[in-house]
């Protein structure tokens, strides 16, 4: 047979995200904290979930595809990082970092020792190739960060990267024992995504009370409520303002989660919005207090609600 030319592209198909209900249908089969875990990581990417046995839990799917000693992502990591000028140097100590967390020009410039100009053009590359995507807070344009847009990938660099070849040998146990916490909090972080996902879902889907703009997250470490405030998401249409509270947790949400949203948007930049909608999401549920609010306004989802069809 005739090898194609050497670097030759002859043939490149873009597959789209599944919709968030087609996804949650691929995983039908397992039980509801595996399969939020599993789609906080794939997100809702149709190649991912095809790699998933769903007769398996979360974690021992996450061994076969990692840290198995012929994970299919740690032999042939291309399946996963399709931009090879992320594969090393300078761009892989970002995407390192970035994985980790460290994710603002200033925080990355101190972490690796380099002039933030720098950092700037690198991101900016890493930006044109669809590998990083660059994000603002609510109500500001000055403070931003990055996020690895693919989050297996953000799981490759942050665990794998660096121990690919121990894992070869087979040290993949010790390996994914050493960072167990970690994989958890990167897991309950992702959840946040998931549940943006969720909101585009229904937003696309005329679900919502109106058609919203972008879902982002605000913080501010000093306002007028002698505090800081975070909101993990946020969005806003006309007169509408829906803010969101989304944790991945053992324990039940409290009425107190709500009235800490209200207090929340009760200063600027919130307070010029007239029809506010709260939306609670929890892993594992809500207490009779919240449950028993008597809000139009409140919307609380669980995994139920969450992947019922």
Same mark, same amino acid.
């Given at each position: 047979?005739?090898?194609?030319?050497?670097?030759?592209?002859?043939f490149?198909?873009?597959?789209?995200?599944?919709e968030?209900?087609d996804?949650?249908?691929?995983?039908?089969?397992?039980n509801?904290?595996?399969?939020?875990?599993?789609?906080?990581?794939?997100?809702?990417?149709p190649?991912?979930?095809?790699?998933?046995?769903?007769?398996?839990?979360?974690?021992?799917?996450?061994?076969?595809?990692f840290f198995?000693?012929?994970?299919?992502?740690?032999?042939?990591? *291309? /399946?996963?990082? &399709?931009s090879e000028?992320?594969?090393?140097?300078?761009? =892989?100590?970002?995407? !390192?970092? +970035?994985? #980790?967390?460290?994710?603002?020009?200033?925080?990355?410039?101190?972490?690796?020792?380099?002039d933030?100009?720098?950092i700037s053009?690198?991101?900016d590359?890493?930006?044109?190739?669809?590998?990083?995507?660059?994000?603002?807070?609510?109500? *500001? /344009?000055?403070? &931003?960060?990055?996020?690895?847009?693919?989050?297996?990938? =953000?799981?490759?660099f !942050?665990? +794998?990267? #660096?121990?690919?070849?121990?894992?070869?040998?087979?040290?993949?146990?010790?390996?994914?024992?050493k960072?167990?916490?970690?994989?958890?909090?990167?897991?309950?972080?992702?959840?946040?995504?998931?549940?943006?996902?969720?909101?585009?879902?229904?937003?696309k889907?005329?679900?919502?009370?109106?058609?919203?703009?972008?879902?982002?997250?605000?913080?501010?470490?000093?306002?007028?409520?002698?505090?800081?405030?975070?909101l993990?998401?946020?969005?806003?249409?006309?007169?509408?303002?829906?803010?969101?509270?989304?944790?991945?947790?053992?324990?039940?949400?409290?009425?107190?989660?709500?009235?800490?949203?209200?207090?929340?948007?009760?200063?600027?930049?919130?307070?010029?919005?007239?029809?506010?909608?709260?939306?609670?999401?929890?892993?594992?549920?809500?207490?009779?207090?919240?449950?028993?609010?008597?809000?139009?306004?409140?919307?609380?989802?669980d995994?139920?609600?969450?992947?019922?069809?």
């Amino acid at each position: 047979s005739i090898a194609p030319l050497y670097k030759r592209n002859t043939f490149q198909l873009f597959v789209s995200k599944l919709e968030f209900d087609d996804a949650v249908e691929m995983l039908s089969g397992m039980n509801d904290i595996d399969r939020i875990k599993t789609l906080c990581l794939t997100d809702t990417f149709p190649f991912y979930l095809s790699n998933i046995d769903i007769k398996k839990t979360f974690d021992e799917n996450l061994h076969d595809l990692f840290f198995a000693k012929d994970a299919p992502f740690v032999s042939d990591p *291309s /399946k996963l990082v &399709t931009s090879e000028i992320v594969t090393g140097g300078l761009y =892989a100590s970002i995407m !390192r970092n +970035i994985a #980790s967390g460290i994710n603002s020009v200033s925080a990355l410039a101190n972490a690796l020792d380099i002039d933030t100009a720098t950092i700037s053009v690198y991101l900016d590359k890493m930006i044109e190739n669809k590998v990083v995507s660059k994000h603002y807070y609510f109500d *500001s /344009k000055r403070i &931003t960060y990055y996020k690895i847009i693919d989050r297996m990938t =953000a799981f490759y660099f !942050r665990f +794998i990267y #660096s121990n690919a070849e121990l894992i070869k040998l087979g040290h993949g146990n010790a390996i994914k024992a050493k960072y167990n916490n970690a994989i958890d909090n990167f897991v309950h972080l992702a959840f946040e995504d998931m549940c943006i996902t969720y909101l585009n879902y229904l937003n696309k889907n005329m679900r919502l009370e109106t058609f919203y703009n972008s879902f982002e997250k605000y913080h501010v470490e000093k306002s007028i409520l002698n505090r800081s405030i975070e909101l993990d998401i946020v969005s806003t249409s006309d007169d509408y303002l829906l803010v969101g509270e989304c944790k991945f947790s053992d324990s039940k949400k409290s009425i107190s989660v709500l009235n800490r949203l209200k207090e929340n948007v009760s200063v600027e930049p919130f307070k010029k919005y007239k029809k506010k909608s709260y939306y609670i999401f929890s892993s594992s549920g809500f207490e009779k207090s919240l449950l028993d609010a008597d809000d139009e306004c409140l919307h609380l989802f669980d995994l139920n609600e969450m992947f019922k069809k």
